[in-house]
């Protein structure tokens, strides 16, 4: 055992950057026509943008839908001048709500359309919004040991049971800035909550047939509102929205034994370049055939992703499968 701790030591001190967040570097992404006439939609992240899109149907080509957040992480993300301005004058402008949207407050208060509509996701949640936790083996942020404030967990697009409620709200709003297609928007947005319902079921059936019920996460963590929809319990190296860079040898070693506890043959990472904790603990575990898998967090969707054909269902149907695997 002391050799294995060794070893873990050794290669967590060659780990570079763990939970690095992108560069805020953007351009963003326009999707139909610019049309002065038509509604004037700004979401902030894909998300957003893809229910909107589906609630819209074949009214997206008449109405102006922009997403800023193209290809950047939202927890780096800084607005221009021309987003900026993009947010002050269009129709409906939908966002987050969090932590990393606190440039918001300026964006709204700019001069612009005074009959803007604003969907604040944590606001629809409500009493359903869950700061962010400490688990067990954590590392938590040397910022938010100093301060002690309560932080909401930002990622409440990754429920499907949240997005259901996204999107009723999205119709909802759209049928109030264009009533004549009120019912149009409406029937759009049960036809997709349905499929969304459909894809939550097939979630329950594979969370019920799993022989483990924790992931293990060599990484941040963005899934709570997906574990708690199914009951799930986890362990990772740092919460959904830290800001930590590097993982110390005490949350190495724990998840690494954890893994071990726990008969996994599965680590899980989310998406993107440079994480090499995941496979520090697969390299160091005991099932010598562990494999390390990515839940896609939908931080960073790029215009080539959507050009591409990427979606939020075909996303959240990946993820059933790299799910259901690490279940196993």
């Excluded at 996204?166 to 997709?192: C, Q, S």
């Excluded at 709570?224 to 990772?236: I, M, S, V």
């Amino acid at each position: 055992m002391k050799k294995r701790i060794w070893t873990i030591l050794m290669s967590v001190c060659l780990l570079a950057g763990a939970a690095g967040c992108g560069g805020s570097g953007h351009t963003a992404v326009t999707a139909a026509a610019d049309d002065s006439e038509g509604i004037h939609i700004v979401a902030t992240i894909f998300p957003e943008y893809d229910w909107t899109r589906q609630v819209l149907g074949d009214r997206l080509e008449e109405t102006d839908l922009t997403l800023l957040c193209n290809g950047v992480d939202l927890h780096s993300y800084q607005p221009s001048a021309e987003d900026m301005t993009r947010i002050a004058d269009c129709d409906l402008f939908i966002y987050v709500g969090g932590e990393s949207d606190e440039w918001v407050d300026d964006a709204l208060a700019s001069e612009g359309n005074p009959d803007r509509q604003v969907i604040n996701l944590l606001d629809v949640l409500g009493s359903s919004a869950r700061e962010e936790e400490l688990v067990e083996g954590m590392q938590a942020e040397e910022e938010a040991e100093e301060e002690g404030e309560a932080e909401y967990d930002e990622h409440v697009w990754l429920s499907l049971r949240n997005a259901k409620q996204f999107t009723t709200e999205i119709a909802r709003v759209l049928g109030e800035l264009d009533p004549d297609h009120a019912a149009e928007y409406k029937g759009n947005a049960d036809t997709y909550t349905a499929s969304l319902d459909d894809l939550d079921s097939r979630y329950q059936e594979a969370v019920s047939g799993g022989r483990v019920s924790t992931l293990l996460f060599g990484d941040r963590f963005p899934f709570r509102y997906l574990t708690e929809d199914y009951g799930l319990d986890y362990y990772a190296a740092f919460a959904g929205c830290s800001a930590e860079t590097e993982a110390s040898f005490e949350t190495i070693a724990f998840l690494t034994q954890k893994a071990d506890e726990l008969q996994l043959h599965t680590i899980l990472k989310i998406e993107g370049e440079g994480n090499r904790i995941a496979d520090t603990i697969a390299q160091n575990a005991s099932y010598k055939d562990m494999k390390v898998s990515v839940l896609n967090s939908m931080q960073g969707i790029s215009q080539k992703e959507i050009e591409e054909g990427k979606d939020y269902l075909s996303i959240m149907e990946d993820n059933l499968q790299v799910l259901t695997e690490a279940l196993q």
